[in-house]
Protein backbone atom coordinates (compact mmCIF):
# COMPACT_ATOMS: atom_id res chain seq x y z
CA UNK A 1 0.00 0.00 0.00
CA UNK A 2 1.31 3.30 -0.69
CA UNK A 3 1.39 5.60 2.36
CA UNK A 4 -1.02 8.88 1.67
CA UNK A 5 0.79 11.99 0.83
CA UNK A 6 2.37 13.91 4.24
CA UNK A 7 1.82 17.57 2.53
CA UNK A 8 -1.77 16.79 1.65
CA UNK A 9 -4.32 18.77 1.77
CA UNK A 10 -4.94 21.52 4.57
CA UNK A 11 -8.26 22.44 3.32
CA UNK A 12 -6.87 25.42 2.09
CA UNK A 13 -7.79 26.78 -1.38
CA UNK A 14 -5.06 27.65 -3.45
CA UNK A 15 -5.29 30.80 -5.91
CA UNK A 16 -3.38 30.38 -8.26
CA UNK A 17 -5.60 30.90 -11.75
CA UNK A 18 -4.80 33.84 -13.92
CA UNK A 19 -7.86 36.55 -13.40
CA UNK A 20 -10.28 35.53 -16.33
CA UNK A 21 -12.44 38.72 -16.27
CA UNK A 22 -9.85 41.44 -17.29
CA UNK A 23 -10.51 42.84 -20.70
CA UNK A 24 -8.29 41.65 -23.46
CA UNK A 25 -7.21 38.63 -21.30
CA UNK A 26 -5.86 35.27 -23.19
CA UNK A 27 -8.59 32.71 -23.25
CA UNK A 28 -7.24 29.50 -22.50
CA UNK A 29 -6.76 25.86 -23.83
CA UNK A 30 -6.71 22.37 -22.60
CA UNK A 31 -3.88 20.57 -25.35
CA UNK A 32 -3.30 16.87 -24.48
CA UNK A 33 0.31 16.68 -24.43
CA UNK A 34 0.27 13.00 -24.40
CA UNK A 35 -2.05 12.21 -26.80
CA UNK A 36 -0.76 9.71 -30.02
CA UNK A 37 2.37 9.16 -28.24
CA UNK A 38 3.53 5.82 -26.54
CA UNK A 39 2.18 4.86 -23.19
CA UNK A 40 3.65 7.08 -20.38
CA UNK A 41 4.31 5.36 -16.76
CA UNK A 42 5.96 8.50 -15.10
CA UNK A 43 6.50 11.51 -15.65
CA UNK A 44 9.14 14.21 -13.85
CA UNK A 45 7.55 17.50 -13.28
CA UNK A 46 10.18 20.36 -12.31
CA UNK A 47 10.54 23.97 -12.27
CA UNK A 48 12.42 27.00 -11.39
CA UNK A 49 11.20 28.99 -8.38
CA UNK A 50 8.08 27.79 -6.14
CA UNK A 51 5.37 26.17 -7.71
CA UNK A 52 1.79 25.06 -6.27
CA UNK A 53 -0.91 21.87 -6.77
CA UNK A 54 -4.20 23.01 -6.65
CA UNK A 55 -5.80 21.11 -3.20
CA UNK A 56 -2.14 21.39 -1.85
CA UNK A 57 -1.04 24.16 0.84
CA UNK A 58 2.87 23.73 0.80
CA UNK A 59 4.96 24.99 -2.45
CA UNK A 60 7.07 22.60 -4.20
CA UNK A 61 10.66 23.41 -5.57
CA UNK A 62 12.57 21.39 -7.32
CA UNK A 63 11.61 18.05 -9.11
CA UNK A 64 8.27 15.96 -8.55
CA UNK A 65 7.79 12.31 -9.97
CA UNK A 66 4.62 11.23 -10.78
CA UNK A 67 3.67 7.68 -11.67
CA UNK A 68 0.19 5.62 -11.15
CA UNK A 69 -0.60 2.60 -9.32
CA UNK A 70 -3.94 1.05 -9.07
CA UNK A 71 -5.97 4.21 -10.41
CA UNK A 72 -3.91 6.89 -8.45
CA UNK A 73 -1.09 8.82 -8.98
CA UNK A 74 1.55 8.64 -6.59
CA UNK A 75 4.11 10.99 -5.67
CA UNK A 76 7.72 10.85 -4.94
CA UNK A 77 9.47 14.33 -4.00
CA UNK A 78 13.07 13.07 -2.91
CA UNK A 79 12.63 10.67 -0.38
CA UNK A 80 9.30 11.14 0.37
CA UNK A 81 6.57 9.46 -1.74
CA UNK A 82 2.50 8.74 -1.36
CA UNK A 83 -0.58 8.60 -3.18
CA UNK A 84 -2.48 11.78 -4.13
CA UNK A 85 -5.77 10.72 -6.11
CA UNK A 86 -6.47 10.49 -9.62
CA UNK A 87 -5.03 14.06 -10.54
CA UNK A 88 -3.15 16.98 -9.57
CA UNK A 89 -2.46 20.18 -11.20
CA UNK A 90 0.62 22.38 -10.98
CA UNK A 91 0.86 25.85 -11.84
CA UNK A 92 3.95 28.01 -11.03
CA UNK A 93 3.75 30.67 -8.52
CA UNK A 94 5.34 33.64 -10.31
CA UNK A 95 3.71 34.66 -13.86
CA UNK A 96 6.37 34.28 -16.46
CA UNK A 97 7.96 31.41 -15.38
CA UNK A 98 6.64 27.97 -16.88
CA UNK A 99 7.46 24.09 -15.98
CA UNK A 100 9.11 21.28 -17.40
CA UNK A 101 7.62 17.96 -17.96
CA UNK A 102 10.29 15.42 -19.24
CA UNK A 103 12.52 18.28 -20.12
CA UNK A 104 9.95 20.17 -22.23
CA UNK A 105 8.69 23.22 -20.74
CA UNK A 106 5.58 25.00 -20.93
CA UNK A 107 3.52 27.86 -19.75
CA UNK A 108 0.82 27.49 -17.67
CA UNK A 109 -0.09 24.79 -15.74
CA UNK A 110 -0.07 20.85 -16.25
CA UNK A 111 -2.50 18.54 -15.18
CA UNK A 112 -1.46 14.78 -14.48
CA UNK A 113 -4.01 12.44 -14.45
CA UNK A 114 -4.50 8.46 -14.37
CA UNK A 115 -5.42 7.18 -17.91
CA UNK A 116 -6.27 2.92 -18.12
CA UNK A 117 -5.31 2.70 -14.76
CA UNK A 118 -1.81 2.70 -14.57
CA UNK A 119 -0.93 4.90 -17.30
CA UNK A 120 -0.83 8.89 -17.06
CA UNK A 121 -2.14 11.85 -19.28
CA UNK A 122 -0.85 15.04 -19.03
CA UNK A 123 -2.70 17.95 -19.94
CA UNK A 124 -1.18 21.66 -20.58
CA UNK A 125 -4.10 24.10 -19.85
CA UNK A 126 -2.08 27.21 -21.54
CA UNK A 127 -3.34 30.74 -22.75
CA UNK A 128 -3.94 30.87 -26.57
CA UNK A 129 -1.61 33.43 -27.00
CA UNK A 130 1.59 31.22 -25.45
CA UNK A 131 -0.22 27.80 -27.11
CA UNK A 132 0.09 29.51 -30.34
CA UNK A 133 3.71 30.99 -29.83
CA UNK A 134 4.50 27.00 -29.40
CA UNK A 135 3.26 25.81 -32.29
CA UNK A 136 4.03 28.89 -35.14
CA UNK A 137 7.89 28.10 -35.58
CA UNK A 138 6.80 24.28 -35.89
CA UNK A 139 4.56 24.66 -38.76
CA UNK A 140 5.96 27.46 -40.65
CA UNK A 141 9.21 28.85 -42.15
CA UNK A 142 11.02 32.27 -40.64
CA UNK A 143 9.25 35.38 -42.28
CA UNK A 144 7.78 38.13 -40.35
CA UNK A 145 4.66 38.10 -42.62
CA UNK A 146 4.69 34.29 -42.99
CA UNK A 147 4.36 34.06 -39.31
CA UNK A 148 1.60 36.39 -38.87
CA UNK A 149 -0.36 33.96 -41.07
CA UNK A 150 0.45 31.30 -39.26
CA UNK A 151 -0.47 32.73 -36.13
CA UNK A 152 -3.98 33.52 -37.49
CA UNK A 153 -4.55 30.07 -38.65
CA UNK A 154 -3.41 28.61 -35.80
CA UNK A 155 -5.66 30.51 -33.31
CA UNK A 156 -8.22 30.05 -35.55
CA UNK A 157 -8.06 26.11 -35.58
CA UNK A 158 -7.85 26.05 -32.12
CA UNK A 159 -10.80 27.88 -31.35
CA UNK A 160 -12.33 26.45 -33.73
CA UNK A 161 -11.72 22.73 -32.19
CA UNK A 162 -12.35 23.52 -29.07
CA UNK A 163 -15.42 25.26 -29.67
CA UNK A 164 -17.40 24.37 -32.70
CA UNK A 165 -15.47 20.78 -34.12
CA UNK A 166 -14.85 19.57 -30.08
CA UNK A 167 -13.16 16.30 -31.71
CA UNK A 168 -10.96 15.94 -28.34
CA UNK A 169 -13.82 16.77 -25.90
CA UNK A 170 -14.12 13.04 -24.90
CA UNK A 171 -10.18 12.94 -24.57
CA UNK A 172 -10.78 15.78 -21.62
CA UNK A 173 -8.44 18.14 -23.22
CA UNK A 174 -9.49 20.57 -26.20
CA UNK A 175 -6.36 19.93 -28.56
CA UNK A 176 -3.61 17.48 -29.28
CA UNK A 177 -0.03 18.47 -29.69
CA UNK A 178 0.45 16.16 -32.99
CA UNK A 179 0.11 16.75 -36.36
CA UNK A 180 -3.45 15.47 -36.12
CA UNK A 181 -4.36 18.59 -34.78
CA UNK A 182 -1.31 20.92 -34.80
CA UNK A 183 2.27 20.62 -33.72
CA UNK A 184 2.43 22.44 -30.16
CA UNK A 185 6.29 21.64 -28.22
CA UNK A 186 5.84 24.63 -25.38
CA UNK A 187 8.66 27.11 -24.89
CA UNK A 188 11.07 25.25 -26.89
CA UNK A 189 9.38 26.37 -29.80
CA UNK A 190 9.68 29.87 -28.93
CA UNK A 191 11.40 32.17 -30.84
CA UNK A 192 11.30 36.11 -31.21
CA UNK A 193 10.23 36.78 -34.23
CA UNK A 194 7.51 34.45 -34.18
CA UNK A 195 6.52 35.55 -30.92
CA UNK A 196 6.25 39.06 -32.73
CA UNK A 197 3.85 37.81 -35.05
CA UNK A 198 1.61 36.11 -32.44
CA UNK A 199 1.47 39.69 -30.68
CA UNK A 200 0.97 42.02 -33.51
CA UNK A 201 -2.04 40.11 -34.47
CA UNK A 202 -3.12 39.23 -30.67
CA UNK A 203 -6.56 37.54 -30.31
CA UNK A 204 -7.10 37.82 -34.21
CA UNK A 205 -9.39 34.71 -35.90
CA UNK A 206 -10.77 34.61 -38.54
CA UNK A 207 -14.54 34.34 -38.77
CA UNK A 208 -17.46 33.59 -41.85
CA UNK A 209 -21.18 34.82 -40.40
CA UNK A 210 -19.29 35.47 -36.82
CA UNK A 211 -18.05 32.35 -36.32
CA UNK A 212 -14.48 30.83 -36.24
CA UNK A 213 -13.58 29.51 -39.47
CA UNK A 214 -12.31 25.83 -39.86
CA UNK A 215 -9.06 27.13 -41.08
CA UNK A 216 -7.86 23.99 -42.76
CA UNK A 217 -4.04 24.34 -44.39
CA UNK A 218 -1.28 21.87 -45.84
CA UNK A 219 2.37 21.96 -47.04
CA UNK A 220 2.30 22.80 -50.68
CA UNK A 221 -1.35 22.97 -52.92
CA UNK A 222 1.04 22.02 -56.20
CA UNK A 223 -0.42 24.64 -57.82
CA UNK A 224 -4.44 24.70 -57.01
CA UNK A 225 -6.16 24.06 -53.70
CA UNK A 226 -9.16 21.62 -53.77
CA UNK A 227 -12.82 22.09 -52.53
CA UNK A 228 -13.32 20.91 -49.32
CA UNK A 229 -15.74 18.00 -50.21
CA UNK A 230 -13.29 16.87 -52.54
CA UNK A 231 -10.97 16.24 -50.19
CA UNK A 232 -13.40 14.81 -47.65
CA UNK A 233 -16.54 13.14 -49.35
CA UNK A 234 -18.30 13.44 -46.32
CA UNK A 235 -18.21 17.06 -45.46
CA UNK A 236 -20.54 19.60 -46.80
CA UNK A 237 -19.34 22.37 -49.24
CA UNK A 238 -22.34 24.75 -48.01
CA UNK A 239 -20.91 24.27 -44.65
CA UNK A 240 -17.74 25.71 -45.49
CA UNK A 241 -17.99 27.87 -48.37
CA UNK A 242 -14.65 29.44 -47.37
CA UNK A 243 -13.14 26.54 -48.55
CA UNK A 244 -13.15 26.49 -52.35
CA UNK A 245 -10.54 25.97 -54.74
CA UNK A 246 -7.97 28.83 -55.35
CA UNK A 247 -4.80 28.99 -57.91
CA UNK A 248 -2.11 28.90 -55.99
CA UNK A 249 0.44 30.28 -57.99
CA UNK A 250 3.36 30.56 -55.67
CA UNK A 251 4.10 27.17 -54.30
CA UNK A 252 6.70 26.97 -56.48
CA UNK A 253 8.58 28.62 -53.43
CA UNK A 254 9.39 25.09 -51.75
CA UNK A 255 11.99 24.98 -54.47
CA UNK A 256 13.96 27.85 -52.20
CA UNK A 257 13.27 25.63 -49.51
CA UNK A 258 16.68 23.57 -48.94
CA UNK A 259 15.07 19.75 -48.65
CA UNK A 260 11.33 20.41 -49.59
CA UNK A 261 11.73 20.80 -53.38
CA UNK A 262 9.86 17.49 -53.89
CA UNK A 263 6.88 19.25 -51.87
CA UNK A 264 5.85 21.12 -55.45
CA UNK A 265 6.97 18.36 -58.47
CA UNK A 266 7.36 15.01 -57.22
CA UNK A 267 7.93 11.55 -58.78
CA UNK A 268 7.79 8.23 -56.81
CA UNK A 269 8.86 5.01 -58.53
CA UNK A 270 7.35 2.14 -57.01
CA UNK A 271 7.72 -1.48 -57.98
CA UNK A 272 4.20 -3.28 -58.76
CA UNK A 273 4.73 -5.62 -55.70
CA UNK A 274 4.92 -2.58 -53.47
CA UNK A 275 2.04 -1.66 -54.64
CA UNK A 276 -0.27 -4.24 -53.62
CA UNK A 277 1.13 -4.36 -50.63
CA UNK A 278 0.30 -1.00 -49.73
CA UNK A 279 -3.48 -1.34 -50.98
CA UNK A 280 -3.23 -4.43 -48.54
CA UNK A 281 -4.38 -6.50 -51.42
CA UNK A 282 -3.52 -10.43 -51.68
CA UNK A 283 -1.61 -12.40 -53.47
CA UNK A 284 -4.44 -14.80 -54.13
CA UNK A 285 -7.08 -12.38 -55.07
CA UNK A 286 -5.15 -9.81 -57.14
CA UNK A 287 -2.29 -11.53 -58.11
CA UNK A 288 0.42 -9.40 -59.85
CA UNK A 289 0.01 -5.98 -60.29
CA UNK A 290 0.04 -5.26 -64.31
CA UNK A 291 -1.69 -2.37 -64.48
CA UNK A 292 -2.47 1.31 -62.33
CA UNK A 293 -5.40 3.49 -64.09
CA UNK A 294 -6.25 6.52 -62.61
CA UNK A 295 -10.35 6.25 -62.96
CA UNK A 296 -11.75 9.65 -61.95
CA UNK A 297 -10.38 12.92 -60.88
CA UNK A 298 -11.75 15.53 -58.89
CA UNK A 299 -12.12 19.40 -60.74
CA UNK A 300 -8.54 20.15 -59.50
CA UNK A 301 -7.12 17.10 -60.93
CA UNK A 302 -6.69 15.33 -57.56
CA UNK A 303 -7.10 11.79 -58.15
CA UNK A 304 -10.18 10.42 -57.03
CA UNK A 305 -10.48 6.60 -57.94
CA UNK A 306 -7.48 4.33 -58.34
CA UNK A 307 -7.53 1.21 -60.21
CA UNK A 308 -5.16 -1.60 -59.41
CA UNK A 309 -5.48 -4.47 -62.11
CA UNK A 310 -3.75 -7.43 -61.20
CA UNK A 311 -3.01 -10.99 -63.29
CA UNK A 312 -5.84 -12.47 -60.89
CA UNK A 313 -8.55 -9.73 -60.40
CA UNK A 314 -8.74 -5.97 -59.89
CA UNK A 315 -9.69 -3.18 -57.03
CA UNK A 316 -9.92 0.00 -56.76
CA UNK A 317 -9.41 2.62 -54.21
CA UNK A 318 -12.10 5.56 -53.80
CA UNK A 319 -11.52 9.13 -52.49
CA UNK A 320 -8.53 11.64 -52.92
CA UNK A 321 -7.36 11.44 -49.34
CA UNK A 322 -7.36 7.63 -49.22
CA UNK A 323 -5.92 7.37 -52.77
CA UNK A 324 -2.90 9.37 -51.17
CA UNK A 325 -2.78 7.41 -47.46
CA UNK A 326 -3.03 4.08 -49.21
CA UNK A 327 -0.18 4.88 -51.74
CA UNK A 328 1.76 6.92 -48.92
CA UNK A 329 2.31 9.28 -51.23
CA UNK A 330 2.84 13.30 -51.01
CA UNK A 331 -0.39 14.16 -52.37
CA UNK A 332 -3.67 12.63 -54.83
CA UNK A 333 -2.48 15.66 -57.82
CA UNK A 334 -0.64 12.91 -59.72
CA UNK A 335 -0.56 10.63 -63.20
CA UNK A 336 0.85 7.54 -63.71
CA UNK A 337 3.21 5.82 -65.79
CA UNK A 338 4.52 2.79 -66.86
CA UNK A 339 8.18 2.50 -67.06
CA UNK A 340 9.62 -0.69 -67.12
CA UNK A 341 9.18 -2.88 -64.46
CA UNK A 342 7.90 0.14 -62.55
CA UNK A 343 5.22 2.16 -62.11
CA UNK A 344 6.40 6.18 -62.28
CA UNK A 345 4.13 8.33 -60.35
CA UNK A 346 4.38 12.29 -61.23
CA UNK A 347 2.80 14.51 -58.89
CA UNK A 348 2.92 17.97 -57.66
CA UNK A 349 1.89 19.42 -53.94
CA UNK A 350 1.97 17.91 -50.57
CA UNK A 351 -0.90 17.17 -48.33
CA UNK A 352 -4.52 17.36 -48.76
CA UNK A 353 -4.72 20.93 -50.36
CA UNK A 354 -7.66 22.00 -48.99
CA UNK A 355 -7.45 25.92 -47.43
CA UNK A 356 -3.86 27.57 -47.07
CA UNK A 357 -0.78 26.33 -48.76
CA UNK A 358 1.53 26.98 -46.32
CA UNK A 359 4.36 27.44 -48.95
CA UNK A 360 2.23 29.43 -50.99
CA UNK A 361 1.50 31.99 -48.31
CA UNK A 362 5.29 32.03 -47.93
CA UNK A 363 5.62 32.93 -51.77
CA UNK A 364 3.15 35.31 -51.19
CA UNK A 365 4.71 37.47 -47.97
CA UNK A 366 8.45 37.12 -49.64
CA UNK A 367 6.66 38.92 -52.79
CA UNK A 368 5.32 41.27 -50.20
CA UNK A 369 1.45 40.40 -49.54
CA UNK A 370 0.46 41.70 -46.41
CA UNK A 371 -1.09 38.37 -44.09
CA UNK A 372 -4.40 39.87 -44.71
CA UNK A 373 -4.24 39.53 -48.41
CA UNK A 374 -3.25 36.41 -48.26
CA UNK A 375 -5.40 35.11 -45.76
CA UNK A 376 -8.31 36.56 -47.77
CA UNK A 377 -6.95 34.77 -50.65
CA UNK A 378 -6.71 31.45 -50.16
CA UNK A 379 -10.16 31.93 -47.29
CA UNK A 380 -12.63 33.51 -49.78
CA UNK A 381 -15.18 35.73 -47.84
CA UNK A 382 -14.07 35.56 -44.35
CA UNK A 383 -13.45 38.07 -41.96
CA UNK A 384 -10.86 38.94 -38.87
CA UNK A 385 -12.24 39.28 -36.18
CA UNK A 386 -10.42 40.40 -32.83
CA UNK A 387 -11.04 39.17 -29.14
CA UNK A 388 -11.14 35.56 -30.36
CA UNK A 389 -14.32 36.07 -32.86
CA UNK A 390 -16.00 37.86 -30.14
CA UNK A 391 -14.58 41.78 -30.99
CA UNK A 392 -14.52 44.07 -34.24
CA UNK A 393 -14.47 42.55 -37.26
CA UNK A 394 -13.31 43.33 -40.33
CA UNK A 395 -13.76 41.96 -44.16
CA UNK A 396 -10.67 40.92 -45.96
CA UNK A 397 -10.75 41.24 -49.69
CA UNK A 398 -8.40 38.92 -51.94
CA UNK A 399 -5.31 41.11 -53.79
CA UNK A 400 -4.89 40.47 -58.20
CA UNK A 401 -2.15 37.81 -58.43
CA UNK A 402 -0.30 38.34 -61.40
CA UNK A 403 2.09 36.00 -60.72
CA UNK A 404 2.64 32.54 -63.18
CA UNK A 405 3.72 29.45 -61.81
CA UNK A 406 7.23 28.66 -62.25
CA UNK A 407 7.83 25.46 -63.81
CA UNK A 408 10.25 23.47 -62.78
CA UNK A 409 11.69 19.43 -62.75
CA UNK A 410 10.40 17.10 -60.88
CA UNK A 411 12.15 16.18 -57.70
CA UNK A 412 12.21 12.23 -56.22
CA UNK A 413 10.32 11.66 -52.94
CA UNK A 414 12.69 11.24 -50.16
CA UNK A 415 12.39 7.37 -48.58
CA UNK A 416 10.46 7.87 -45.39
CA UNK A 417 8.31 10.99 -45.58
CA UNK A 418 5.01 11.21 -47.50
ZN1 LIG B 1 -5.75 16.11 -32.36
Known amino acids: MVRRMLVVLTGMAVVGLAASGAA ?140 IEKKHARDGFDICATGHCQVYRGVNSERRLADEAVAATRGEVLTYRGRPIFSAYHANAGGRTQPVDEAWPGSIRRKFPYLSAVASPYDGQANDLPGYAWCYRWRREMRPEEIRKLIGGSERRLGEVRDVVVKRTTSTGRVRELEIVGTRGRTSVTGASKVRGALGVPSALFEVERDGGCFVLHGRGRGHGVGLSQHGALGMAKAGHRYEEILAHFYRGVELTENYGSGKSRKLLPPELHFEALESSPVTVPPGVS
Open 24 to 163: GAQQTVRVGLTYGKPALKSVVISGSGEWRARRFSEPFNGEVRIAAARGELVLQIGARRGGVGPWIELRPNEQGRSLTADGSAYRGSLRVEVHANAQLKVVNIVGVEDYVRGVVTNEMFEHPGAFKVQAVISRTLAVYIRD
